[in-house]
Nanobody, 111 residues
């Protein structure tokens, strides 16, 4: 497995979750784009957060101020801290690192 995502689960509205995506040595680079996407039932996959070298991390308007993307090169991981979760955040979340997709991890937010 080139990318291993973890951290999804069930949480009540207002709660927090942290997603993590670990890259294998075979694909990891110390530069390049990394991001998190999500796909809710019946909807298209959308960008949630994105980082690229020398650029300020970007977050979708719907999650600004609540979600934060970060990367740890020593651990070969990219993370997504999600706070103040809302039912509309319910989706399968996917990481993407250096052009490779990880498997999805389900986040369910109950009202």
């Amino acid at each position: 497995v080139q990318l291993q995502a973890s951290g999804g689960g069930l949480v009540q509205a207002g709660g927090s979750l942290s997603l993590s995506c670990a890259a294998s040595e075979s694909i990891f680079r110390h530069n390049g784009a990394v991001g998190w996407y999500r796909q809710a039932p019946g909807k298209q996959r959308e960008l949630v957060a994105f980082m690229n070298d020398g650029e300020t991390p970007r977050h979708a308007d719907s999650v600004k101020g609540r979600f934060t993307i970060s990367r740890d090169d020593a651990k070969r991981t990219v993370s997504l801290q999600m706070n103040n979760l809302k039912p509309e955040d319910t989706a399968v979340y996917y990481c993407r690192m250096f052009g490779v997709w990880g498997q999805g991890t389900l986040v369910t937010v109950s009202s």
